[in-house]
């Protein structure tokens, strides 16, 4: 019963104080930090077991990986490499090494000092990705660069349980009980490396190999319940699995999630597993709010306030620097930076270890345990702050705040660049009605000056999608230039609004074949077409007759048509690998010996032009309208 009326407390402390804040434009991350202060320090109704209810409710961060995973491809996450090795990686060192240098002026030992500045250069993952996700964020450039500190930090908590009880040898302390190992620490270095390295290898061929049929026997059931439980134990076996050899539960799922993004059960799971990571998130930010030591913080405010404030701004001035280098200007700059000027969830765990390890004494754990929910329960503040003040002074508005579409249309245009531009224009001058959105409002507002009725916003919001007319539309152009948007785009359109014809914008060939599988009907690729008629001006350049020089472009473009439809299977089975290499090249071979054989069958008079007359209907439509001059008499 007790359980029943804890559950109670906290659902009651969601539904009312969430909605609230979120009325008030203050985020459901603050409203619940503050619905967990009111039910817990301010009238005392939960308090004992707040510290259990936030370990449990943890879960929900590991949840939150895997569903980030689910949308993260493999290709992706390599061409995030730079940022999550040199970004990630500095951003850590740095604040590391600031915070280190701090805590010795204050008087900590070295050992603790480094111990304390490991502990607080993380960030909250559940706090931050919560919010990005909210705010449609995540796509963005700053999205992006904070996720990939994110998830280096995440990788960063392994070396930093390894070696928080070296530290306590120097520190003095007893060296407690550490089972940062999980059940590999009676093993030889060398073993435990292997079994780790053996389970994530079983992680990767389970997602790759067994997942699939093992998902389509039970979707066959069609019972939706047991596709759940199916999903939960997928998730919670792999966070076992992580934890047993000492690894972080959510980076193991994160990893798995990654795996099953190719998956045609990818979006099933993330509405199966959503809820509950909504529903844990949400619990585990209430356990923080309740936690917080009121007692401590009134007995040295100054001091504590003064930590924590001075602790963002320490974080905060590694970040703008980094963010800096790495090519972040204006808005994007602050968003980054204050998006991360936090301490994270991982550090009431870290310091809990580390005073069982004997590097921190208790009273030290207290206040920066204090300090952390402090930082944490004013980052909601920092976005607001960024919402309302930075991005209006720099002229950016966010995802959340796009425009309203007064009049939908019948045909979409997503992306309002150069290849958007001609499209629309091509369309409007034959009178067909289009909605345009696009994610720049810079550019949004250079075309209005021109005229062409458009909307800001991102197109890949299932809401922003509706609101332009998706349920009616008979058509939509997806011109997006981010090629992950491009995709998400198509894919969800081709699921939600199967009546709706796609043309896609492609970059490459490989494109198009994602395009394709995600459900377009016709994909151009954006530079083919300028680049046959470059190559016909550049035969004509060089002597070649403008007849001659057409008929080998359009060789050309049948033989690449009906070869891009030939590869799609080996793409589709192996991406790049060998047979997809040596299918191309004899393709290439055979395109050679066509054209070789087509210059020398060449017997056509010089003087023939690569002419293509117009539809029979429209020459007797032009005789009608021109009548000929009646012959002289």
Sequence with gaps: MALLQGAFVYLV????????????????????LLAGIVIGPALGIVGAETEEVKHFAEFGVVMMLFLIGLELQPAMLWRMRSRLLGLGGLQVAGTTAAVFAISLALGLAWQSALAVGMILALSSTAIVLQTLEEKGWMKTTPGQSTFSVLLFQDIAVIPMLALLPLLAVHAGGHGGETHHGGGLEHLPGWLQGLVILGVIAVIILIGRYLSRPVFRFIAAARLREIFSAAALLLVIGI???????????????FLAGVVLSGSEFRHELESDIA?????????FFISVGAGI?????????????GLAIGLMAVKLMVLLILGRVFGLRRADLWLFGLGLAQAGEFGFVLFGFAGGAGVLPGELIRIATLVVAITMLLTPLGFICYEKLIAPRFGRRDAGGADSIDTPGTTIIAGVGRYGQVVNRILTTNGHTTVVLDYDADTIELVRRFGVRSYYGDATRPDL??????????LLIAALDDREKQNQ????????????RIIARALDRHHVYELLEAGAHHVERELFESSLAAGRRALIELGAHPFKAERQARAFRTHDRQTLADLRQNWLDGGMDSSYVAAARGRTDELDQIMRTDRAADRHDPTERGWVPPPKEDAVKLVRTNPPDPEPS
């Design 239 to 253: 966070a076992l699995a992580m934890d047993r050899i000492g690894l972080s539960p959510a980076l193991g799922t």
């Design 465 to 474: 999608l509706e609101a332009a007319g998706a349920e009616n539309a008979t």
């Design 275 to 283: 809820p509950f990571k909504g529903l844990l998130l949400g619990v």
């Design 293 to 305: 030591d009121f007692e401590l913080l009134f007995g040295r405010p100054g001091a504590i306030v």
């Design 489 to 500: 785009l198509v894919e969800h359109m081709a699921n939600h609004h199967p009546h709706c």
């Design 13 to 32: 402390a969601m539904v009312v104080a969430v909605p609230l804040a979120k009325r008030l434009g203050l985020g459901s991350v603050l409203g619940y």
